[in-house]
């Protein structure tokens, strides 16, 4: 309460309706990279963002990390990873590994912290912000369009979401692309209705210039020590232009929505270079190798269970990293296998599949005990699919097993806490010539606050970029400081039924093994 009562002292002067001061749109754009933006720019595209270029202050980001949640929750929280608890795509449990969800998270983000100081706040897509979280506003998060309990925040909000949600219907073209695409636009949508609304703060976030960098970066950026096929240049160049024009066009719909002095930040959490090479993720269907194998046996297409000694156990396709189950006759589904034997038959199921190589002789399969948390669901063994540059027949004993590529997908874009993203900012008061070669992630958050005259809290890892602001801003808004927006909780997992969908769309983009 304390907390409470010091906030509203040092921001109830700038409260919107006493000072006539105009909403702040935060916008994030995954994976936007300066190099594909400058050379857009020079063919005449991207007409939006350069107009907001021009009118305002660019530099480059730092990234905190070179993996997107833990990034975005920095910029919002101010904080290091370590800090904040969100320190990867997934979270280990005693249930297997799940997406980072907004419970795992320690500190208060950015919606938090406005909901505490009196002000109004829209967040819009933001990466693990499910489950949305009560706040003066709304939340609708990054999971709102799948069907999930709290989804958004408040739930009143749900008939006029789902408004917006049919008006972009599910696409035709299956993939992640096309459903990424969709998400941008409803969040799009959204966040031009809320512009002219009674909002202090809107963050929006949008995915597709990541999603399609991924696998086709190297078309529209071929490296210049590399050949790359000019038929696949001609067939795929385009379709990373088109991933930023669309998000330009996003842009320009917020800007004229917007009232005309609306302040904007527009921030990617990382670039993009070329994959070194060839890369590529595949899919491998294990039980296919243990039937080529002798260890699982199908009558008309059925599995035999009587029959059956090994099988894939509680492990999704896409999943590199696979759990066997011996099939013992003590234990549901009933096996041929005596308790007496397990030991003597996984050493030798083991040592088959160290035998299961490329046409190289590189081996397929890396093998060791499961964790404790995988003998609780049942593991017996553990195997993992080794990553491979290049994807080629793989064989047993001299022969080829047919059928176990499942799916075999390029990589050729890539990025790592050393490939920078983008910074851009523009409005009535930032100061055009403000220059700064590089904006540090965790700089996001206490400046975002001080730009809504808020104060920035002393256990921030980042600190607020005040230069950025014009000297008569600067003159009525000294730089206030308090302690802390919240002391760190104790995070914890919260699972949902669509995580195997979401390990498996991050497995797509080449972020896990």
């Known amino acids: 309460m304390l907390l409470v009562a010091l906030l509203m002292s040092l921001s109830c002067a700038r409260r919107k309706d006493e000072t006539g001061r105009l909403p702040t749109m935060f916008v994030g754009v995954d994976g936007a990279s300066w190099v594909a933006i400058e050379e857009l720019w020079e063919q005449g595209r991207l007409p939006n963002l350069r107009a907001l270029a021009e009118r305002g202050v660019t530099s480059k980001l730092k990234p905190v990390a070179d993996i997107s949640p833990v990034i975005w929750t920095s910029m919002v929280t101010g904080v290091k990873p370590k800090t904040h608890g969100i320190e990867d795509f997934l979270l280990p449990t005693d249930q297997g590994d799940i997406p980072v969800t907004s419970s795992i998270r320690r500190v208060p983000a950015l919606w938090n912290m406005l909901s505490m100081a009196d002000k109004r706040v829209a967040a819009l897509g933001w990466w693990a912000s499910w489950p949305a979280e009560p706040v003066n506003g709304i939340v609708v998060s990054d999971r709102a369009l799948r069907g999930v309990e709290h989804g958004l925040y408040p739930e009143s909000l749900a008939p006029r979401f789902q408004e917006i949600a049919d008006r972009f219907p599910q696409p035709t073209e299956s993939g992640l692309q096309a459903e990424v695409a969709r998400q941008d636009s409803v969040m799009g949508e959204l966040a031009r209705q809320l512009a002219s609304e009674d909002f202090d703060l809107i963050l929006v976030y949008l995915r597709s210039p990541d999603v399609v960098s991924h696998p086709y970066w190297k078309y529209f950026q071929p490296p210049e020590d590399e050949e790359i096929d000019q038929e696949k240049i001609e067939r795929f160049g385009e379709l990373v ?183 851009i900012a523009a409005g009535p008061d930032i100061d055009p010539s403000f220059s700064a070669k590089v904006v540090h992630a965790l700089d996001i958050a206490p400046t975002v606050l001080y730009s809504l005259s808020l104060p920035v809290a002393e256990d921030f890892d980042g600190m607020a970029r005040t230069r950025l602001f014009s000297p008569e801003f600067r003159a009525a808004n000294p730089l206030q400081t308090i302690p802390t927006w919240g002391e760190a909780r104790e995070g914890s997992a919260t699972p949902s039924e669509i995580d195997d969908e979401l390990v498996e769309e991050l497995r797509a983009l080449g972020y896990l093994d």
Do not use: C
């Open 241 to 423: 232009p088109a991933a930023y024009e669309f998000f330009d066009r996003i842009l320009g719909q917020l800007v004229d929505a917007a009232p005309r002095e609306t302040s904007f930040f527009v921030v990617s959490d990382h670039g993009f270079t070329a994959v070194e090479g060839e890369q590529y993720r595949m899919l491998v269907d294990l039980n296919r190798v243990l039937e080529h194998m002798g260890y699982l046996v199908r009558v008309d297409g059925e599995i035999d269970w009587s029959r059956t000694k090994a099988i894939t156990w509680n492990s999704p396709p896409g999943v590199p990293e696979k759990m066997v189950r011996i099939g013992l006759h003590n234990r549901d589904p009933r096996g041929p296998v005596s308790p007496g034997d397990l030991d003597q038959l996984r050493d030798r199921l083991a040592s088959d599949l160290r035998l299961v190589v490329h046409e190289n002789g590189a081996p397929l399969f890396g093998v060791r005990n499961p964790t404790s948390a995988q003998l609780e669901q049942g593991a017996d063994l553990t195997v993992l699919v080794h990553k491979r540059r290049k994807p080629s027949a793989v064989f047993f004993h001299g022969q080829e097993i047919p059928g176990i590529m499942q799916s075999v997908e390029e990589l050729t874009g890539t990025h790592s806490v050393k490939t920078k993203g983008i910074f």
